[in-house]
């Protein structure tokens, strides 16, 4: 079975730090790309950061660029959130997605087409 | 970044009904157009990608449709389980954006 469990999430200070992670089983982890997207209560999702199957690739949405740092370890089949900085907005529901690559009309299509159940971060003092 | 606007935000519908959501993009994104299932303390599911191509195991009473700048998702006949909250969301170029859902609830 195809599936990713995230892990990490707490209450935090402003200004403060977490690492998420995130643990895949049920396919070749290294021949995906993996991202996280969060949900903030009563928000729609915004995307957070994507990372290439290999790491050699790392994008980040404006509003966590330079505080947040996406990572991964294929030995592990493990991919990582280093949070810092934290501010009270980045107070959300974190998933991890399997960045999906389906084929239609002789394109590639990339989704987000694998979730996990997700880990809460609070930021509040 | 390319912005995406979803229309309605919310509605109400009865069992069986056909329902329509709209998804527009600015700029275009050709075809890359994803459509995503959520509900509450739920992962969200993937239903349709490359605007109108069906995901494995999605009932085909869902389908999408448009391109470029202008895309649809419709539910021919509405079931007990579909009530829940809709998201489209462009794969064109990063950073990925969502449109900000539509909430399907029963009148």
């Known amino acids: 079975e195809v599936q990713l469990v995230e892990s990490g999430g707490g209450v935090i200070q402003p200004g403060g730090s977490l690492r998420l992670s995130c643990v895949a089983s049920?396919?070749?982890?290294?021949?995906?790309?993996m991202q996280w997207v969060r949900h903030a209560p009563g928000k729609g999702f915004e995307w957070v950061s994507l990372i290439s199957g290999d790491g050699g690739g790392t994008y980040y949405a404006d509003s966590v660029k330079g505080r947040f740092t996406i990572s991964r370890d294929n030995s592990k089949n493990s991919l990582y959130l280093q949070l810092d900085s934290l501010r009270a907005d980045d107070t959300a529901l974190y998933y991890c997605?399997?960045?999906?690559?389906?084929?239609?009309?002789?394109?590639?299509?990339?989704?987000?087409?694998?979730w996990g159940q997700g880990t809460t971060v609070i930021v509040s003092s | 970044d390319i912005q995406m606007t979803q229309s309605p935000s919310s509605l109400s519908a009865s069992l069986g009904d056909r329902v329509t959501i709209t998804c527009r993009a600015s700029p275009g994104i050709r075809s890359s157009l994803n459509w995503y299932q959520h509900k509450p303390g739920k992962a969200p599911i993937l239903l349709i990608f490359g605007a109108s191509t069906l995901q494995s195991g999605v009932p085909t009473r869902f389908s999408g449709s448009g391109s470029g700048t202008e895309f649809t998702l419709t539910i021919s006949s509405l079931q007990p389980d579909d009530f829940a909250t809709y998201y489209c969301q462009q794969s064109y170029n990063t950073p990925r954006t969502f449109g900000q859902g539509t909430k399907v609830e029963m009148k």
């Open positions: 049920g396919f070749t982890f290294n021949n995906y790309g």
């Open positions: 997605a399997r960045e999906g690559g389906h084929l239609a009309a002789f394109r590639r299509y990339y989704t987000m087409d694998v």
